[in-house]
Protein backbone atom coordinates (compact mmCIF):
# COMPACT_ATOMS: atom_id res chain seq x y z
CA UNK A 1 0.00 0.00 0.00
CA UNK A 2 1.61 3.45 -0.96
CA UNK A 3 0.97 5.96 1.38
CA UNK A 4 -1.23 8.61 0.59
CA UNK A 5 0.09 12.36 0.70
CA UNK A 6 3.87 11.37 0.84
CA UNK A 7 6.61 11.10 -1.76
CA UNK A 8 9.87 10.49 -1.89
CA UNK A 9 12.31 12.54 -2.52
CA UNK A 10 16.62 11.32 -3.87
CA UNK A 11 18.97 13.40 -2.10
CA UNK A 12 21.72 13.10 -4.76
CA UNK A 13 19.62 14.31 -7.76
CA UNK A 14 15.71 15.31 -6.26
CA UNK A 15 14.32 12.22 -8.36
CA UNK A 16 10.64 12.13 -6.90
CA UNK A 17 8.89 8.87 -6.24
CA UNK A 18 5.47 7.54 -5.03
CA UNK A 19 7.19 4.52 -3.22
CA UNK A 20 10.38 3.88 -2.28
CA UNK A 21 12.99 2.30 -3.83
CA UNK A 22 16.91 1.09 -2.88
CA UNK A 23 18.37 2.88 -5.66
CA UNK A 24 17.44 6.29 -7.31
CA UNK A 25 16.22 5.14 -11.08
CA UNK A 26 17.59 8.55 -12.27
CA UNK A 27 21.22 8.84 -10.91
CA UNK A 28 21.49 5.56 -9.58
CA UNK A 29 23.00 6.18 -6.20
CA UNK A 30 21.93 3.18 -3.69
CA UNK A 31 19.96 4.11 -0.15
CA UNK A 32 19.40 7.91 -1.21
CA UNK A 33 15.82 8.12 -1.22
CA UNK A 34 14.47 9.68 1.71
CA UNK A 35 10.56 9.89 2.98
CA UNK A 36 8.83 13.37 2.43
CA UNK A 37 5.35 14.97 2.18
CA UNK A 38 3.87 15.61 -0.89
CA UNK A 39 5.50 18.12 -2.67
CA UNK A 40 2.50 18.47 -4.86
CA UNK A 41 0.75 21.73 -3.03
CA UNK A 42 -3.16 22.56 -4.11
CA UNK A 43 -3.22 24.76 -6.59
CA UNK A 44 -3.15 28.46 -4.94
CA UNK A 45 -2.95 31.84 -6.49
CA UNK A 46 0.45 33.26 -5.59
CA UNK A 47 0.17 36.80 -4.51
CA UNK A 48 3.02 38.94 -5.63
CA UNK A 49 5.67 40.31 -2.98
CA UNK A 50 7.72 43.22 -2.36
CA UNK A 51 11.37 42.34 -3.88
CA UNK A 52 14.43 42.90 -2.23
CA UNK A 53 15.47 45.41 -4.77
CA UNK A 54 14.28 46.97 -7.89
CA UNK A 55 15.29 45.67 -11.35
CA UNK A 56 17.62 48.14 -13.37
CA UNK A 57 19.00 47.79 -16.69
CA UNK A 58 22.14 45.73 -16.82
CA UNK A 59 24.37 48.60 -17.70
CA UNK A 60 23.30 50.40 -14.76
CA UNK A 61 24.32 47.34 -12.11
CA UNK A 62 27.90 48.34 -10.76
CA UNK A 63 30.60 45.88 -11.68
CA UNK A 64 33.15 47.16 -9.01
CA UNK A 65 32.13 45.01 -5.95
CA UNK A 66 32.15 42.14 -7.44
CA UNK A 67 35.71 42.53 -8.62
CA UNK A 68 38.13 39.49 -8.25
CA UNK A 69 40.94 39.90 -5.34
CA UNK A 70 44.24 38.20 -5.89
CA UNK A 71 44.72 35.36 -3.20
CA UNK A 72 48.18 36.24 -2.98
CA UNK A 73 48.86 32.46 -4.41
CA UNK A 74 49.44 33.18 -7.92
CA UNK A 75 48.73 29.36 -8.96
CA UNK A 76 45.48 29.11 -7.42
CA UNK A 77 44.88 32.88 -9.46
CA UNK A 78 45.58 31.06 -12.32
CA UNK A 79 43.28 28.49 -12.01
CA UNK A 80 40.57 30.75 -10.42
CA UNK A 81 40.84 33.34 -13.03
CA UNK A 82 41.97 36.49 -11.08
CA UNK A 83 41.37 35.73 -7.51
CA UNK A 84 38.35 35.06 -5.16
CA UNK A 85 35.32 36.91 -6.17
CA UNK A 86 33.28 38.12 -3.11
CA UNK A 87 30.56 36.09 -2.63
CA UNK A 88 31.99 32.83 -4.06
CA UNK A 89 31.86 29.91 -2.31
CA UNK A 90 34.60 27.34 -3.91
CA UNK A 91 35.04 23.68 -3.13
CA UNK A 92 38.33 22.02 -3.25
CA UNK A 93 38.41 18.61 -2.76
CA UNK A 94 41.41 16.16 -2.72
CA UNK A 95 42.63 12.39 -1.76
CA UNK A 96 43.72 12.82 2.17
CA UNK A 97 47.49 13.94 2.67
CA UNK A 98 47.53 15.67 -0.99
CA UNK A 99 48.20 18.90 0.70
CA UNK A 100 44.51 20.84 1.09
CA UNK A 101 45.00 22.22 4.47
CA UNK A 102 48.46 23.37 3.85
CA UNK A 103 47.44 24.92 0.89
CA UNK A 104 44.94 26.74 2.51
CA UNK A 105 46.76 28.03 5.14
CA UNK A 106 49.08 29.73 2.76
CA UNK A 107 46.05 31.36 1.10
CA UNK A 108 45.17 32.39 4.55
CA UNK A 109 48.23 34.01 5.75
CA UNK A 110 48.98 35.32 1.94
CA UNK A 111 45.05 36.83 2.72
CA UNK A 112 46.08 38.01 6.21
CA UNK A 113 49.43 39.75 5.20
CA UNK A 114 48.27 41.89 1.83
CA UNK A 115 44.26 42.17 2.05
CA UNK A 116 42.70 41.65 5.66
CA UNK A 117 41.65 39.27 8.58
CA UNK A 118 41.05 35.74 7.05
CA UNK A 119 39.26 32.87 9.58
CA UNK A 120 40.22 29.42 9.53
CA UNK A 121 37.95 26.79 10.91
CA UNK A 122 38.78 23.34 11.61
CA UNK A 123 36.72 20.37 12.21
CA UNK A 124 38.66 17.77 11.64
CA UNK A 125 42.17 18.63 14.07
CA UNK A 126 42.33 20.62 17.07
CA UNK A 127 43.41 24.31 16.88
CA UNK A 128 46.81 23.60 18.24
CA UNK A 129 47.18 20.85 15.47
CA UNK A 130 46.85 23.49 12.75
CA UNK A 131 49.27 26.16 15.04
CA UNK A 132 52.25 23.46 14.76
CA UNK A 133 51.72 23.40 10.85
CA UNK A 134 51.39 27.24 10.93
CA UNK A 135 54.52 27.41 12.63
CA UNK A 136 56.44 24.70 10.03
CA UNK A 137 55.23 26.21 7.43
CA UNK A 138 56.18 29.85 8.67
CA UNK A 139 52.02 30.81 8.01
CA UNK A 140 51.56 33.04 10.87
CA UNK A 141 50.50 35.92 11.35
CA UNK A 142 48.43 38.60 13.39
CA UNK A 143 45.41 38.54 11.77
CA UNK A 144 44.87 34.91 10.63
CA UNK A 145 42.15 33.84 12.94
CA UNK A 146 42.10 29.98 13.70
CA UNK A 147 38.70 28.26 15.55
CA UNK A 148 38.10 24.45 16.08
CA UNK A 149 34.31 24.27 15.48
CA UNK A 150 31.90 21.92 13.98
CA UNK A 151 28.88 23.62 14.49
CA UNK A 152 27.22 25.57 12.00
CA UNK A 153 25.88 28.35 13.93
CA UNK A 154 28.88 28.65 15.70
CA UNK A 155 30.59 29.69 12.71
CA UNK A 156 28.54 31.99 12.02
CA UNK A 157 28.92 33.64 15.69
CA UNK A 158 32.55 33.26 14.57
CA UNK A 159 31.96 35.19 11.60
CA UNK A 160 30.08 38.37 12.99
CA UNK A 161 32.96 38.37 15.59
CA UNK A 162 36.06 38.84 13.25
CA UNK A 163 34.54 39.84 10.31
CA UNK A 164 36.79 38.25 8.27
CA UNK A 165 37.92 39.05 4.61
CA UNK A 166 37.80 35.56 3.56
CA UNK A 167 36.20 32.37 5.21
CA UNK A 168 37.68 28.95 5.20
CA UNK A 169 36.19 25.50 6.36
CA UNK A 170 38.46 22.50 6.78
CA UNK A 171 35.90 20.66 5.85
CA UNK A 172 32.27 20.58 5.02
CA UNK A 173 31.62 16.92 5.64
CA UNK A 174 32.57 17.48 9.54
CA UNK A 175 30.24 20.25 10.05
CA UNK A 176 26.54 19.98 10.94
CA UNK A 177 23.68 22.55 10.92
CA UNK A 178 20.86 22.20 14.29
CA UNK A 179 18.22 22.34 12.12
CA UNK A 180 17.87 19.00 10.75
CA UNK A 181 18.73 15.91 11.51
CA UNK A 182 21.29 13.18 10.87
CA UNK A 183 25.15 12.91 11.52
CA UNK A 184 27.57 15.02 10.26
CA UNK A 185 28.85 14.04 6.48
CA UNK A 186 25.01 12.42 5.65
CA UNK A 187 23.86 13.69 3.16
CA UNK A 188 21.55 16.08 4.53
CA UNK A 189 23.57 17.56 6.27
CA UNK A 190 26.57 18.38 3.82
CA UNK A 191 23.15 20.03 1.76
CA UNK A 192 22.25 22.00 4.74
CA UNK A 193 25.68 23.19 5.80
CA UNK A 194 26.30 23.84 2.35
CA UNK A 195 23.22 25.60 1.60
CA UNK A 196 23.75 27.85 4.89
CA UNK A 197 27.41 28.66 4.29
CA UNK A 198 26.45 29.85 0.48
CA UNK A 199 23.51 32.16 1.91
CA UNK A 200 25.97 33.44 4.31
CA UNK A 201 28.60 34.51 1.24
CA UNK A 202 25.81 35.83 -0.69
CA UNK A 203 24.39 38.22 1.46
CA UNK A 204 27.54 39.66 3.41
CA UNK A 205 29.87 39.26 -0.41
CA UNK A 206 32.11 36.70 1.65
CA UNK A 207 34.19 34.49 -0.14
CA UNK A 208 33.80 31.08 1.36
CA UNK A 209 36.46 28.23 0.61
CA UNK A 210 35.10 24.51 1.62
CA UNK A 211 37.49 21.65 1.70
CA UNK A 212 36.07 18.30 0.44
CA UNK A 213 36.35 14.94 1.05
CA UNK A 214 36.90 12.73 -2.67
CA UNK A 215 35.38 8.88 -2.15
CA UNK A 216 37.30 5.80 -3.56
CA UNK A 217 36.92 6.61 -7.55
CA UNK A 218 38.00 10.57 -6.85
CA UNK A 219 34.62 12.28 -6.85
CA UNK A 220 33.35 14.74 -4.73
CA UNK A 221 31.68 13.00 -1.43
CA UNK A 222 28.24 14.12 -0.66
CA UNK A 223 25.52 14.48 -2.26
CA UNK A 224 26.08 15.49 -5.92
CA UNK A 225 23.72 18.99 -5.85
CA UNK A 226 26.77 19.95 -3.78
CA UNK A 227 29.06 20.56 -7.07
CA UNK A 228 25.77 22.29 -8.35
CA UNK A 229 25.20 24.74 -5.42
CA UNK A 230 29.17 26.31 -4.92
CA UNK A 231 30.64 28.46 -7.62
CA UNK A 232 34.08 26.92 -8.38
CA UNK A 233 34.96 23.59 -7.99
CA UNK A 234 38.60 22.58 -7.60
CA UNK A 235 40.40 19.33 -7.47
CA UNK A 236 43.78 18.75 -6.10
CA UNK A 237 45.44 15.94 -7.71
CA UNK A 238 48.82 14.20 -6.59
CA UNK A 239 50.77 11.32 -6.41
CA UNK A 240 51.69 10.63 -2.83
CA UNK A 241 55.31 9.46 -3.88
CA UNK A 242 56.28 12.33 -6.19
CA UNK A 243 56.21 15.98 -4.55
CA UNK A 244 54.34 17.29 -7.47
CA UNK A 245 50.91 18.80 -7.06
CA UNK A 246 48.07 19.78 -9.95
CA UNK A 247 45.10 21.90 -8.99
CA UNK A 248 42.30 21.27 -11.89
CA UNK A 249 39.87 23.87 -12.19
CA UNK A 250 36.25 21.56 -13.06
CA UNK A 251 34.11 24.29 -12.68
CA UNK A 252 34.20 27.75 -12.73
CA UNK A 253 31.91 30.68 -12.87
CA UNK A 254 33.96 33.28 -12.96
CA UNK A 255 36.62 31.73 -15.39
CA UNK A 256 37.75 29.19 -17.47
CA UNK A 257 37.34 25.71 -16.21
CA UNK A 258 40.06 24.03 -17.68
CA UNK A 259 43.03 25.67 -15.88
CA UNK A 260 45.77 23.99 -14.34
CA UNK A 261 47.91 25.18 -11.48
CA UNK A 262 51.16 23.56 -10.27
CA UNK A 263 52.34 23.57 -7.05
CA UNK A 264 55.39 21.58 -5.20
CA UNK A 265 54.82 20.09 -1.74
CA UNK A 266 58.25 20.72 0.50
CA UNK A 267 58.80 19.82 4.09
CA UNK A 268 58.29 23.73 5.18
CA UNK A 269 55.14 24.03 3.11
CA UNK A 270 53.74 24.29 -0.20
CA UNK A 271 54.84 26.21 -3.20
CA UNK A 272 53.86 27.28 -6.73
CA UNK A 273 55.75 26.32 -9.90
CA UNK A 274 55.40 29.19 -12.75
CA UNK A 275 57.44 27.12 -14.99
CA UNK A 276 56.96 23.74 -14.26
CA UNK A 277 58.27 22.38 -17.19
CA UNK A 278 62.57 21.18 -15.63
CA UNK A 279 60.42 18.84 -13.50
CA UNK A 280 59.21 16.66 -16.08
CA UNK A 281 63.07 16.50 -18.06
CA UNK A 282 66.05 14.59 -17.15
CA UNK A 283 68.74 16.68 -17.13
CA UNK A 284 72.17 15.23 -18.44
CA UNK A 285 75.47 15.90 -19.70
CA UNK A 286 75.08 13.27 -22.58
CA UNK A 287 72.04 12.26 -24.57
CA UNK A 288 70.82 8.62 -23.39
CA UNK A 289 69.01 6.36 -25.87
CA UNK A 290 65.14 5.47 -25.10
CA UNK A 291 64.26 9.14 -24.14
CA UNK A 292 62.08 11.72 -26.26
CA UNK A 293 60.76 15.10 -25.65
CA UNK A 294 57.23 16.14 -25.84
CA UNK A 295 54.68 18.66 -25.22
CA UNK A 296 51.76 17.92 -23.93
CA UNK A 297 48.83 20.81 -23.09
CA UNK A 298 47.13 20.34 -19.18
CA UNK A 299 44.06 22.20 -19.51
CA UNK A 300 45.39 25.72 -21.70
CA UNK A 301 48.87 25.02 -20.20
CA UNK A 302 51.60 23.59 -22.27
CA UNK A 303 54.10 21.36 -20.53
CA UNK A 304 57.12 19.64 -21.61
CA UNK A 305 57.52 16.31 -20.95
CA UNK A 306 59.92 13.39 -21.30
CA UNK A 307 59.37 9.81 -22.11
CA UNK A 308 61.08 7.64 -21.63
CA UNK A 309 61.33 3.65 -22.91
CA UNK A 310 63.60 0.36 -21.77
CA UNK A 311 64.14 -2.04 -24.46
CA UNK A 312 65.41 -5.55 -23.55
CA UNK A 313 65.55 -9.04 -24.49
CA UNK A 314 62.94 -11.42 -22.29
CA UNK A 315 64.01 -14.35 -20.74
CA UNK A 316 60.32 -15.44 -19.95
CA UNK A 317 57.57 -16.93 -22.09
CA UNK A 318 55.69 -14.10 -21.93
CA UNK A 319 57.52 -10.77 -22.43
CA UNK A 320 57.00 -8.20 -19.54
CA UNK A 321 55.05 -4.58 -20.26
CA UNK A 322 55.42 -2.22 -17.66
CA UNK A 323 53.90 1.34 -17.44
CA UNK A 324 54.48 4.12 -15.18
CA UNK A 325 52.29 7.91 -15.62
CA UNK A 326 51.41 6.58 -19.26
CA UNK A 327 47.87 4.99 -20.97
CA UNK A 328 48.66 1.26 -20.82
CA UNK A 329 45.93 0.16 -23.51
CA UNK A 330 47.97 3.17 -25.63
CA UNK A 331 51.30 1.69 -24.84
CA UNK A 332 50.21 -1.86 -26.12
CA UNK A 333 48.27 0.00 -29.31
CA UNK A 334 51.59 1.92 -29.89
CA UNK A 335 53.84 -1.24 -29.51
CA UNK A 336 51.51 -3.03 -31.87
CA UNK A 337 51.88 -0.37 -35.04
CA UNK A 338 55.80 -0.28 -34.25
CA UNK A 339 55.62 -4.05 -34.59
CA UNK A 340 53.39 -4.03 -37.91
CA UNK A 341 53.93 -0.82 -39.64
CA UNK A 342 57.51 0.22 -38.56
CA UNK A 343 59.53 -3.18 -38.70
CA UNK A 344 60.62 -3.50 -35.42
CA UNK A 345 60.30 -7.11 -33.57
CA UNK A 346 58.94 -6.71 -30.34
CA UNK A 347 56.95 -10.09 -29.81
CA UNK A 348 60.03 -11.52 -27.64
CA UNK A 349 61.10 -8.29 -25.67
CA UNK A 350 60.72 -6.48 -22.47
CA UNK A 351 59.10 -3.37 -23.01
CA UNK A 352 59.19 -0.52 -20.13
CA UNK A 353 57.52 2.88 -20.48
CA UNK A 354 57.58 5.63 -18.13
CA UNK A 355 57.37 9.94 -18.22
CA UNK A 356 59.67 11.47 -16.03
CA UNK A 357 59.23 13.60 -12.46
CA UNK A 358 55.65 11.80 -11.91
CA UNK A 359 54.04 13.21 -14.86
CA UNK A 360 51.14 11.77 -15.85
CA UNK A 361 50.02 11.61 -19.73
CA UNK A 362 47.15 10.74 -21.12
CA UNK A 363 46.55 12.26 -24.17
CA UNK A 364 47.55 10.74 -27.74
CA UNK A 365 49.52 14.04 -28.73
CA UNK A 366 52.59 11.75 -26.73
CA UNK A 367 52.17 8.88 -29.31
CA UNK A 368 54.84 10.00 -31.47
CA UNK A 369 57.17 11.01 -28.66
CA UNK A 370 56.58 7.01 -27.50
CA UNK A 371 57.02 5.40 -30.66
CA UNK A 372 60.80 7.93 -30.87
CA UNK A 373 61.56 6.73 -27.84
CA UNK A 374 61.19 2.81 -28.09
CA UNK A 375 62.66 3.07 -31.52
CA UNK A 376 65.71 4.64 -29.74
CA UNK A 377 66.14 2.25 -27.02
CA UNK A 378 65.65 -1.34 -29.47
CA UNK A 379 68.66 0.26 -31.58
CA UNK A 380 70.44 2.11 -28.83
CA UNK A 381 70.94 5.02 -30.45
CA UNK A 382 70.15 8.21 -28.75
CA UNK A 383 67.75 11.07 -30.25
CA UNK A 384 68.82 14.97 -30.56
CA UNK A 385 68.62 16.80 -27.31
CA UNK A 386 66.75 19.40 -29.26
CA UNK A 387 64.31 17.53 -30.58
CA UNK A 388 60.34 17.36 -29.44
CA UNK A 389 57.83 15.75 -31.37
CA UNK A 390 54.47 15.41 -31.23
CA UNK A 391 51.36 13.75 -33.06
CA UNK A 392 48.67 11.11 -32.27
CA UNK A 393 49.61 7.64 -34.21
CA UNK A 394 46.77 5.81 -36.08
CA UNK A 395 46.24 1.70 -35.93
CA UNK A 396 47.31 2.28 -39.86
CA UNK A 397 50.81 3.67 -39.01
CA UNK A 398 49.47 7.29 -39.64
CA UNK A 399 50.72 10.69 -37.84
CA UNK A 400 47.67 12.21 -36.83
CA UNK A 401 47.00 16.19 -36.14
CA UNK A 402 46.35 17.25 -32.42
CA UNK A 403 45.04 20.29 -31.26
CA UNK A 404 47.18 23.04 -30.18
CA UNK A 405 50.74 22.47 -32.12
CA UNK A 406 51.34 25.90 -32.60
CA UNK A 407 51.23 26.89 -28.76
CA UNK A 408 53.20 23.64 -27.36
CA UNK A 409 55.75 24.43 -29.88
CA UNK A 410 56.00 28.10 -28.67
CA UNK A 411 56.81 26.61 -25.61
CA UNK A 412 59.43 24.25 -26.77
CA UNK A 413 61.40 27.13 -28.59
CA UNK A 414 61.15 29.62 -25.51
CA UNK A 415 63.07 26.22 -24.08
CA UNK A 416 65.45 26.24 -26.48
CA UNK A 417 64.06 23.09 -28.68
CA UNK A 418 65.58 23.82 -32.38
CA UNK A 419 63.92 20.84 -33.82
CA UNK A 420 60.20 19.38 -33.96
CA UNK A 421 58.36 16.56 -35.88
CA UNK A 422 54.68 17.41 -36.31
CA UNK A 423 51.95 15.89 -38.04
CA UNK A 424 51.24 17.36 -41.57
CA UNK A 425 48.89 20.36 -42.10
CA UNK A 426 49.47 21.23 -38.54
CA UNK A 427 48.36 25.20 -38.93
CA UNK A 428 50.25 28.03 -38.28
CA UNK A 429 53.65 27.39 -36.47
CA UNK A 430 55.83 29.78 -34.82
CA UNK A 431 59.31 30.89 -35.80
CA UNK A 432 62.50 29.80 -34.12
CA UNK A 433 62.17 26.38 -34.31
CA UNK A 434 62.74 23.98 -37.62
CA UNK A 435 59.82 22.09 -37.89
CA UNK A 436 59.26 18.71 -39.88
CA UNK A 437 56.41 17.34 -40.85
CA UNK A 438 55.98 13.40 -41.23
CA UNK A 439 53.05 11.23 -42.34
CA UNK A 440 53.55 7.78 -41.21
CA UNK A 441 55.68 6.22 -38.57
CA UNK A 442 57.91 5.18 -41.05
CA UNK A 443 58.99 8.39 -42.00
CA UNK A 444 58.90 10.15 -38.36
CA UNK A 445 61.67 6.98 -37.98
CA UNK A 446 63.94 8.31 -40.44
CA UNK A 447 63.45 12.09 -40.06
CA UNK A 448 64.67 11.21 -36.70
CA UNK A 449 67.54 9.32 -37.41
CA UNK A 450 68.80 12.55 -39.83
CA UNK A 451 67.90 15.02 -36.70
CA UNK A 452 70.65 13.16 -34.64
Known amino acids: MVKKGVNYRCGECGYEAVKWVGRCPECQAWGTLEERGDSRPAIARIVAGAPNSPARPIGQVDIEAARARPTGVSELDRVLGAGLVPGAVILLAGEPGVGKSTLLLEVAYQWAATAGRSLYITG ?59 APGGVTQVRAVASGLITMAKERGLPVILVGHVTKDGSVAGPRVLEHLVDVVLQFEGDKHSTLRMLRGVKNRFGAADEVGCFELREDGIVGVADPSGLFMNRTSEPVSGTAITVAVEGKRPLLGEVQALVSQSAMPQPRRAVSGLDSSRVAMVLAVLEKRGGLKLGDKDVYTATVGGMKITEPAIDLALVLAIASSVEGVALSPRLVSVGEVGLAGEVRRVAGVGRRLAEAARLGFTHALVPPDSGKLPDGIRVLEVGDVASALNAASAAR
Do not use: C
Not at 126 to 151: F, P
Not at 158 to 166: M, R, S, T
Open 124 to 182: EESAGQVRLRAERTANVHDRMYLAAESDLSAIFGHVDAVEPGVLIVDSVQTMASPLVDG
